[in-house]
C-alpha cells in the first residue's frame, strides 16, 4: 500500500483513544459493544447508508488496534461482509453523522454550575430517539476512562476527568 493510499484509508477511520494504564477489560468490552451499536444506528438512519443495512447481509464493522505509550488506539471502518474490502464511503457518511451528532448530544447535557449544581441542558434519561439513546451509552462508557479521545476527519470530542472538550 502506498503512502498516498494509507493516508486516504486514514481518513475514513473513525478513532477512540483511551488511556491504556490500568484498563479494566470490561469497560472496553463495554465500549466496544456500545460503539458498535451506535455506529450500526447511525448508519442505518442515514439516508446515504441506510440501503446497505437493508440488505443481507449487513456491512462489517472492522477494529484495528494501535498501541503507543499509554494510549490505546481503535480504529474503526465498514467493510464488505462478502470479501472485506473497505466501504470509505459508507465509513465517511456514517462516522461523520456520528460526531456530529455524539457532539449534539453532548452540547445539550446540563453544565455544572459554579456551586456543582446542573443547569440547563436537556434532561437525563429523555431521548428523541434510538440514535441518541445508543450515543448516550457511549457517553457513559467512554467517561469510565480517566482519559478518552474520539475523533473523524478534523472533529475531536476529549474527555478527561470531569473535563470535556469539543474541537
Do not use: C
Amino acid at each position: 500500500m502506498t503512502t498516498e493510499s494509507r493516508s486516504d484509508t486514514d481518513a475514513q477511520l473513525l478513532e477512540i483513544a483511551v488511556d491504556s494504564r490500568h484498563l479494566p477489560v470490561s469497560s472496553l468490552s463495554s465500549l466496544l459493544r456500545v460503539v458498535q451499536a451506535a455506529l450500526r444506528e447511525v448508519a442505518r438512519r442515514a439516508d446515504d447508508t441506510r440501503n446497505l443495512f437493508e440488505q443481507q447481509p449487513q456491512p462489517v464493522l472492522h477494529l484495528a488496534i494501535g498501541h503507543m505509550g499509554e494510549e490505546l488506539t481503535l480504529h474503526f471502518s465498514f467493510a464488505d461482509p462478502v470479501d472485506s474490502s473497505p466501504l470509505p464511503q459508507l465509513s465517511s457518511v456514517a462516522f461523520n453523522a456520528f460526531v456530529d451528532q455524539f457532539a449534539e448530544l453532548l452540547k445539550g447535557l446540563p453544565q455544572r454550575g459554579l456551586w456543582g449544581e446542573s443547569i440547563g441542558g436537556a434532561q437525563a434519561g429523555r431521548y428523541d430517539s434510538e440514535v441518541y439513546r445508543r450515543l448516550d451509552q457511549v457517553r457513559l462508557e467512554i467517561r469510565r476512562f480517566s482519559k478518552a479521545r474520539l475523533s473523524f476527519g478534523r472533529q475531536t470530542i476529549s474527555f478527561e476527568g470531569d473535563r470535556m472538550e469539543i474541537n
